[in-house]
């Protein structure tokens, strides 16, 4: 597996849709590549963030 093919999967891998097969692929090559493995904690860390913050305020807009 390439790292593209890797990255275009890694979506999928997180959320648990690929095939048992794909899933063990994309693991190994995250396993044996730091620059994918990188990518994939970044990747994890920001739905981590994304899920698990407070909603945020939208400041109301002033009228001129």
């Known amino acids: 597996m390439t790292c593209h ?7 999928d ?7 048992p097969l794909a899933e063990r692929q ?8 730091p620059d994918c493995m990188r990518i994939l904690e970044a990747a994890e860390e920001t739905l981590e963030i994304y899920f698990n913050a ?5 400041p109301h807009p002033t009228s001129a």
């Not at 093919?5 to 979506?11: D, E, G, R, T």
Request: glycine letters at 4%.
């Open 5 to 11: 093919v890797a990255i275009q999967l890694m979506c």
């Open 13 to 19: 891998y997180l959320e648990g849709r690929l095939s």
């Open 26 to 33: 994309v693991s190994k090559h995250v396993a044996s590549c």
């Open 54 to 58: 407070d909603p945020m305020r939208l």
